[in-house]
Nanobody, 128 residues
Framework: VQLQACGGGLVQVGGSSRYSCPLSGFTSDIYAIGWFRQAPGKEREGISCISNSDGSTYYADSVKGRFTISSDNAKNTVYLQMNSLKSEDTAIYYC??????????????????????WGQGTQVTVSS
């Protein structure tokens, strides 16, 4: 399975942007897709996840109410809509896939080691 986060760039504070993560390969083996980000000098942070089985979505508190994860199964693509962007959202964003969940997805979706497929990151810079 291959993934690639697409759509990074420069966005103004308060603005919006949408990022996509097209999947290829044996995508039917993927149980869930997550979005992560890593800001300079900080650890990688899990911010959102969508279940491939029932479409359930999960968000970290840092993005809840501002970001929306969705999927288009016909296009094998997962999206991350980012609204009300803040300067602290500046980071490299990654999408990742996992074939199995080690626990309850709502509780473990931010655990990077659970994901066994990772795409190259895309830089998102939020500037005033």
């Amino acid at each position: 399975v291959q993934l690639q986060a697409c759509g990074g760039g420069l966005v103004q504070v308060g603005g919006s942007s949408r990022y996509s993560c097209p999947l290829s390969g044996f995508t039917s083996d993927i149980y869930a897709i997550g979005w992560f980000r890593q800001a300079p000098g900080k650890e990688r942070e899990g911010i959102s996840c969508i279940s491939n089985s029932d479409g359930s979505t999960y968000y970290a508190d840092s993005v809840k109410g501002r970001f929306t994860i969705s999927s288009d199964n016909a296009k094998n693509t997962v999206y991350l809509q980012m609204n009300s962007l803040k300067s602290e959202d500046t980071a490299i964003y990654y999408c990742a896939g996992t074939e199995r969940v080690t626990g309850v997805l709502s509780l473990v979706f931010t655990a990077a080691p659970m994901y066994n497929y990772w795409g190259q990151g895309t830089q998102v810079t939020v500037s005033s």
